[in-house]
């Protein structure tokens, strides 16, 4: 376990994993032990620990975590989201953040104000989740928590519902109750003493009673932050609130039950009830608009979370029933309709449909499925019925990870992010500081009544201050892009990969299932002496037991062709040349010229064709039929059809396009220029693709690489932003930063003009937060009042508090309109 000792010292056992022997703990325990801010290092082999004794002013966990993964070994952590209720600005963030990070084993602790979750990194042997929840509670806060078996989203939903809704009654009844003070403050100049007379101490005794209620119960929200704060020697907005409402109120009781203390140099006291009523609910009705527009953010989420269908049809024997689709099994047999949503991941075991998967792919086109073919949970199942097999169910599913993917990339901060957090974390002390300052100039140099005067401004300096603007500019624009990202087929995982991605100016493809197809075709056939379809016949019936993904695509053309293949006898494969069979009483031999060379069969007349099909980037397989050259068939992985459109959309960008294969450069140069890409990386090997991109970067260029296959991963670990195809493999899609779910690589151009739109997006607000605070505060302070005779009515520093919060959140939702070029 972790303790603090008086010299600031930390002790702390790491879980370590993917130790295989001593010497593995012999290069831990020096790679730490040579590491800045450690006074020592003692791995223990048997227990899978490394017990660590570490300065954390000078290095911190996630640094020891690094330097373990470094050295090519593991940690154990675990990962929780922790719902939070009470977040009202950046500073609460801030506090909230520090208060997890003090916790012995927690490795990180990431706040999102927009979302209100907290996201902790941490060692699940030193800390756990109670700890957490204690700690957020200590700190002010609270955790929302499910009913055993109650869905955390739905719990959390109705939450967010109920306290809009209770934010709503206090607005209206704040309003109902402002309203009069408003009048009572006018009584006299409006004439309404001449109607009902009033004396002034009646008057304020009146506003006294309407104001307190507003002060103490409409804003008790605001007193419960502050002194939660408080209490962790901190402060937050409720601080600027509290303190500034109560100068308010305060001073005017004094000044209504002791009058006397103002009535200076012919002055009369006067009362500001109206001031600390108008002031709370304006700020609550600019935190309802806040609420409902980071409500509209979340849009996303909501629409995937509601694509889950609720009950799934089960076969069992000779029945049909309806169950809930928590109570579905992986292997259970399930029955879906035409127009029914089809429940979760399974493969089709009986009968056939068109089914429409725009919520995965963004394609508006159905995908024909049948038996053996894969269907996605939440998707429409269109034209026909079947049955098909539950392969992944729960939290497993492809939408399952899809949402848990967008709201991890939402709780994630972008750097940018981080750098608004340390100014707000240091906004709110300066901001007392400041109010403090401009108290004390106008009670010092203030023209008469100066005190008051120093009230007023000491309240509007307070109030108009906004760090909510602030906690907002980043995460609202993080949440609303990444869930347009989602629409289009684009999950962005981290905030980093959306900032990092307007930045690229290199794009890699992998070839092969990227750029490519993936799977072979026929291009075109060449006959000599022969049809093209006795050709087709002969190649294909000699291939049809074969694996071989050329000979695949052989057979797979002439049964597209409707031709009646024939059987084959004396199937032999010559490695590294071709195949030899007979088929209906000839020697047929497909392969390339060295096959056909062997068996002295003479090809000179073919040559040229099969030199301008290999210049295509194709490759030229000869057919010999009874020792006679009859023909070439010309195989190639082709280009997607979108491949072409998708490299102008990266250079229209002025993005420079790559492309990375392991074929000859012949071959790779010529499926480059038909993609219109001119630089080429050919003859790579698996494991030299992450060294190439290495060499790139070395070039002073921000790399993105797309690829689909295992031995991608390591390339895209090692880009500056990894963008995986969605339809490649799991590790391919682990190792990326953006994922294209539908496999269409327009997605890339996608996620990039998108990352471009987010963080111009991300500045507008980022610039409006800073500019509002820097101009406004001095107004407040009152330094336009020697020039122009201008003070800031702390009921408009309120109002416009408020609205500067609306602005940034309203702005963030223009991203909405974002549409791929």
């Known amino acids: 376990m972790a303790n603090t000792?008086?010299?600031?010292?930390?002790?702390?056992?790491?879980?370590?994993?993917?130790?295989?022997?001593?010497?593995?703990?012999?290069?831990?325990?020096?790679?730490?032990?040579?590491?800045?801010?450690?006074?020592?290092?003692?791995?223990?082999?048997?227990?899978?620990?490394?017990?660590?004794?570490?300065?954390?002013?000078?290095?911190?966990?996630?640094?020891?975590?690094?330097?373990?993964?470094?050295?090519?070994?593991?940690?154990?952590?675990?990962?929780?989201?922790?719902?939070?209720?009470?977040?009202?600005?950046?500073?609460?963030?801030?506090?909230?953040?520090?208060?997890?990070?003090?916790?012995?084993?927690?490795?990180s602790a990431s706040v999102n104000f927009a979302t209100e979750?907290?996201?902790?990194?941490?060692?699940?042997?030193?800390?756990?989740?109670?700890?957490?929840?204690?700690?957020?509670?200590?700190?002010?806060?609270?955790?929302?928590?499910?009913?055993?078996?109650?869905?955390?989203?739905?719990?959390?939903?109705?939450?967010?519902?109920?306290?809009?809704?209770?934010?709503k009654t206090k607005v209206m009844a704040g309003a109902f109750l402002a309203l009069p003070l408003m009048v009572l403050m006018q009584w006299h100049h409006i004439g309404l003493s001449q109607i009902i007379p009033l004396s002034v101490?009646?008057?304020?005794?009146?506003?006294?009673?309407?104001?307190?209620?507003?002060?103490?119960?409409?804003?008790?929200?605001?007193?419960?932050?502050?002194?939660?704060?408080?209490?962790?020697?901190?402060?937050?907005?409720?601080?600027?609130?509290?303190?500034?409402?109560?100068?308010?109120?305060?001073?005017?009781?004094?000044?209504?039950?002791?009058?006397?203390?103002?009535?200076i140099k012919g002055y009369s006291a006067e009362v500001y009830f109206d001031t600390s009523a108008t002031i709370i609910v304006l700020i609550l009705l600019g935190r309802l608009f806040e609420a409902r527009a980071k409500g509209q953010t979340s849009e996303a989420i909501k629409k995937l979370i509601g694509l889950q269908p609720r009950t799934a049809r089960v076969v069992k024997g000779d029945l049909e029933t309806d169950i809930p689709i928590e109570d579905v099994e992986i292997g259970d047999m399930l029955?879906?309709?035409?127009?029914?949503?089809?429940?979760?991941?399974?493969?089709?075991?009986?009968?056939?449909?068109?089914?429409?998967?725009?919520?995965?792919?963004?394609?508006?086109m159905p995908v024909e499925k049948q038996v053996g073919d894969l269907v996605i949970g939440a998707t429409l199942n269109k034209t026909g019925s079947?049955?098909?097999?539950?392969?992944?169910?729960?939290?497993?599913?492809?939408?399952?990870?899809?949402?848990?993917?967008?709201?991890?990339?939402?709780?994630?901060?972008?750097?940018?992010?981080?750098?608004?957090?340390?100014?707000?974390?240091?906004?709110?002390?300066?901001?007392?500081?400041?109010?403090?300052?401009?108290?004390?100039?106008?009670?010092?140099?203030?023209?008469?009544?100066?005190?008051?005067?120093?009230?007023?401004?000491?309240?509007a300096v307070l109030i108009i201050a906004c760090p909510c603007s602030l906690g907002l500019a980043t995460p609202t624009s993080v949440m609303v892009g990444t869930g347009k990202g989602a629409e289009y087929g684009v999950l962005i995982r981290t905030g980093d990969a959306l900032e990092i991605a307007h930045k690229v100016t290199t794009v890699v493809f992998d070839k092969t299932g990227t750029l490519t197809k993936g799977s072979p075709e026929v291009t075109e056939i060449i006959a000599s002496g022969v049809s093209e379809d006795e050709i087709l016949t002969y190649a294909a019936s000699a291939e049809k037991g074969s694996e071989h993904p050329l000979g695949e695509?052989?057979?797979?053309?002439?049964?597209?062709?409707?031709?009646?293949?024939?059987?084959?006898?004396?199937?032999?494969?010559?490695?590294?040349?071709?195949?030899?069979?007979?088929?209906?009483?000839?020697?047929?031999?497909?392969?390339?010229?060295?096959?056909?060379?062997?068996?002295?069969?003479?090809?000179?007349?073919?040559?040229?064709?099969?030199?301008k099909i290999a210049d295509q980037g194709k490759t030229p397989m000869y057919v010999s039929i009874n020792g006679q050259a009859s023909g070439i068939i010309a195989v190639a992985d082709t280009l997607k059809d979108e491949a072409i459109s998708a490299i102008k959309s990266l250079q229209a960008l002025g993005i420079e396009v790559v492309m990375m294969t392991g074929d000859n450069r012949r071959t790779g140069e010529a499926i480059a220029a038909q993609a219109g890409i001119s630089r080429v990386l050919a003859e790579v090997l698996p494991e030299e693709k992450a060294e190439n991109v290495r060499k790139l970067q070395a070039e002073a260029k921000i790399v993105a690489m797309v690829g689909d296959g295992i031995n991608d991963a390591p390339a895209l670990a090692q880009a500056d932003v990894g963008i995986a195809i969605g339809t490649g493999t799991d590790v391919a899609m682990e190792a990326a930063d953006i994922t294209l779910l539908s496999g269409d690589i327009r997605g890339v151009a996608t996620a990039i003009a998108l990352s471009k739109a987010t963080m111009r997006n991300i500045r507008q607000n980022l610039f409006w937060a800073f500019a509002y605070n820097v101009i406004l505060i001095p107004v407040a302070a009152g330094v336009?009042?020697?020039?122009?005779?201008?003070?800031?009515?702390?009921?408009?520093?309120?109002?416009?508090?408020g609205f500067s919060s609306v602005t940034v959140v309203s702005n963030a939702l223009r991203l909405k309109r974002f549409r791929p070029a």
């Open 335 to 364: 029955v879906v309709r035409p127009g029914e949503k089809i429940p979760v991941d399974g493969i089709i075991r009986e009968g056939y449909s068109s089914v429409d998967e725009a919520m995965v792919t963004g394609e508006s």
């Open 117 to 167: 979750k907290a996201v902790i990194a941490y060692f699940p042997s030193l800390v756990g989740v109670r700890d957490f929840k204690r700690a957020v509670r200590d700190a002010g806060y609270d955790v929302v928590e499910a009913e055993k078996g109650e869905d955390i989203v739905e719990r959390e939903r109705a939450e967010r519902e109920a306290a809009y809704q209770e934010l």
């Open 201 to 263: 101490q009646t008057n304020h005794l009146i506003q006294l009673l309407l104001a307190t209620p507003v002060q103490f119960w409409i804003g008790r929200q605001f007193y419960a932050g502050a002194i939660a704060a408080a209490r962790h020697r901190t402060t937050n907005m409720n601080t600027l609130i509290a303190v500034g409402t109560s100068a308010a109120y305060f001073y005017s009781i004094v000044a209504t039950f002791f009058p006397k203390l103002f009535e």
């Open 386 to 459: 079947f049955r098909f097999e539950a392969l992944k169910v729960g939290r497993e599913t492809m939408l399952a990870h899809i949402i848990d993917m967008v709201q991890s990339a939402q709780g994630s901060k972008p750097p940018i992010a981080r750098m608004a957090d340390l100014i707000a974390s240091y906004f709110v002390p300066a901001v007392m500081g400041i109010a403090a300052a401009t108290f004390i100039v106008w009670y010092v140099f203030g023209p008469a009544p100066s005190f008051t005067y120093a009230v007023l401004n000491f309240i």
């Open 5 to 107: 000792s008086a010299n600031k010292e930390n002790k702390v056992d790491i879980p370590v994993t993917g130790m295989s022997c001593a010497v593995c703990a012999s290069h831990i325990e020096g790679a730490l032990g040579t590491t800045k801010g450690v006074k020592s290092a003692l791995v223990n082999f048997a227990a899978e620990k490394a017990a660590v004794v570490y300065n954390p002013a000078e290095v911190s966990l996630s640094d020891l975590s690094a330097v373990i993964i470094g050295q090519g070994y593991g940690v154990s952590t675990s990962s929780i989201t922790l719902p939070v209720k009470g977040i009202s600005c950046a500073a609460c963030v801030s506090n909230i953040e520090e208060t997890l990070r003090s916790l012995p084993g927690v490795l």
């Open 553 to 611: 695509a052989i057979v797979r053309k002439a049964q597209e062709q409707g031709l009646v293949l024939k059987n084959a006898g004396k199937f032999n494969v010559v490695p590294g040349h071709g195949i030899r069979a007979e088929v209906d009483g000839q020697v047929i031999l497909l392969g390339n010229e060295r096959l056909m060379t062997g068996d002295g069969v003479p090809v000179d007349t073919l040559k040229t064709a099969a030199a």
């Open 784 to 801: 336009l009042f020697p020039f122009f005779g201008i003070l800031l009515n702390p009921m408009l520093a309120a109002g416009a508090m």
